[in-house]
Each structure stands twice: as structure tokens, then as C-alpha cells.
Nanobody
Framework: EVQLVESGGGLVQPGGALRLSCAAS????????MRWLRQGPGKELEWVSS????????SYRDSVKGRFTISRDNAKNTLYLQLNSLKTEDTAMYYC???????????RGQGTQVTVAS
């Protein structure tokens, strides 16, 4: 059974930073592309970032480029997202997700809440 467990969210002031983690189990982690998604209050689920199986290739939505960094540790079956220079519009539930294809229907965890407010 695929399990994805996110952690590391919290309340942070604008300009602050957080590091999200996603512990994966139930599948061969190193064989899957991984993604971070988010859903803000009253908004649709959106893609944030992706990372290739070996971590050598990454991509980001324009609004987070230069501020967020995705990484993975295949030995620990863990996905990370470093969030820097946070803005109020980054407030959302953040999810990790496995695989490619339509992210709306891909397996994802229960999420971790990130709230950016002063």
C-alpha cells in the first residue's frame, strides 16, 4: 500500500522559511518521479514542483522559482521541499505525490499546512 506522510508545516511570518518532508513507503521510491502540490484556501489544487527519479532534474511553477527547492534522498525514501522567502500567497495545504500524469488523480498524502501571516 502506497503511503506518503508529509510533515514540517507551520505558521511563519512573511519572508520566513520552512522545510517540508515526505516519508514514502509501500512502493519503490527511487523508481518514481515525485511532486509537491498545494491547495490554498478557496483555490484548486495546483502543481508546485517535480523531481526526477535520481534527483538530477527539477522543475517549478513560476511563482516559486528561486524561492523553493525540491530534493530527495532515495536512501531514506524521503522527499523534501525547502521553502524560502515565503509570501502570504504561499499559504496552503502542501501535499507530496508520486508518479507522472495528471496530478489531480495521482496518489498523495494527507498534507501539511503552511500558513504565512504576520
Amino acid at each position: 500500500e502506497v503511503q506518503l506522510v508529509e510533515s514540517g508545516g507551520g505558521l511563519v511570518q512573511p519572508g520566513g522559511a520552512l522545510r517540508l518532508s515526505c516519508a514514502a513507503s509501500g512502493f519503490t521510491f527511487s523508481s518514481d518521479l515525485m511532486r509537491w502540490l498545494r491547495q490554498g484556501p478557496g483555490k484548486e489544487l495546483e502543481w508546485v514542483s517535480s523531481i526526477s527519479r535520481d534527483g538530477g532534474s527539477t522543475s517549478y511553477r513560476d511563482s516559486v522559482k528561486g524561492r523553493f527547492t525540491i530534493s530527495r534522498d532515495n536512501a531514506k525514501n524521503t522527499l523534501y521541499l525547502q521553502l524560502n522567502s515565503l509570501k502570504t500567497e504561499d499559504t496552503a495545504m502542501y501535499y507530496c505525490s508520486k508518479g507522472s500524469g495528471d496530478y489531480r488523480s495521482a496518489p498523495r498524502g494527507q498534507g501539511t499546512q503552511v500558513t504565512v501571516a504576520s
